[in-house]
């Protein structure tokens, strides 16, 4: 059984500050990762994909990928109100000629004016 | 531009009875997916579609049936609505290959009395 792992939180940091989500996964052969935010009641939106291990930048998120350790992270900078929501991690694995996503839970992020 | 679209955005089933939930994406995407997400549970892959032609079990296909009816649409029904069937249920597309993120429709809200 695929899983990803990740601290239901609440994260809770202030405006400005860096807010820092971590997530683990199981199948070694995970290929791809995602990040997603979901608003309550919303639907999940794509915020950043990662497949190299390292890091990779857009705006004020950075998207961290260590495969050894089977470790993803997310890094928000200046975090903003508007940033509260839930985050979603996934490890996607190639099955049955498609990727096949596997999601966390997610983690709540509150950031505090 | 669309995106995904999902019909009804909510429903109210009686136990026994069935429905078809219906979803349709404009972005020339080959694979499309069907989650259901419940409180604590993050989504759960009921099943999937990778390419036109072909739908494969995902974790959670129990109770439920899928058509790819053609490159655009992709539904799922529920023969005998139970209860436990009782869910936030979404669609999402990508493209094929490594590193594509996946497209959510708003979501159906179901319940199930």
């Known amino acids: 059984q695929k899983e990803v792992e990740q601290n239901s939180g609440p994260l809770s940091v202030p405006e400005g500050a860096i807010a820092s989500l971590n997530c683990t996964y199981s199948d070694r052969v995970s290929q791809s990762f995602f990040w997603y935010r979901q608003y309550s009641g919303k639907s999940p939106e794509l915020i950043m994909s990662i497949y190299s291990n390292g890091d990779k930048e857009d705006g004020r998120f950075t998207a961290q990928l260590n495969k050894a350790s089977q470790y993803v992270s997310l890094l928000i900078r200046d975090s903003q109100p508007s940033d509260s929501a839930t985050y979603l991690c996934?490890?996607?694995?190639?099955?049955?000629?498609?990727?096949?996503?596997?999601f966390g839970r997610g983690t709540s992020l509150i950031v505090h004016p | 531009n669309a995106g995904v679209t999902q019909t009804p955005k909510f429903q109210v089933l009686k136990t026994g009875q069935s429905m078809t939930l219906q979803c349709a994406q404009d972005m020339n995407h080959n694979s499309m997916y069907w989650y259901r997400q419940d409180p604590g549970m993050g989504l759960r892959l009921i099943y999937y579609?990778?390419?036109?032609?072909?739908?494969d079990k995902g974790e959670v296909p129990n109770g439920y049936n899928v058509s790819r009816l053609n490159k655009r649409e992709f539904s799922l029904r529920l023969e005998s609505a139970a209860p436990s069937q009782t869910s936030v249920y979404f669609c999402a597309s990508s493209e094929l290959g490594q590193g594509f993120g996946y497209t959510f429709g708003s979501g159906t809200r179901l319940t199930v009395v």
């Open positions: 996934a490890a996607s694995t190639a099955s049955g000629g498609s990727y096949i996503p596997t």
């Open positions: 579609s990778a390419s036109e032609g072909t739908t």
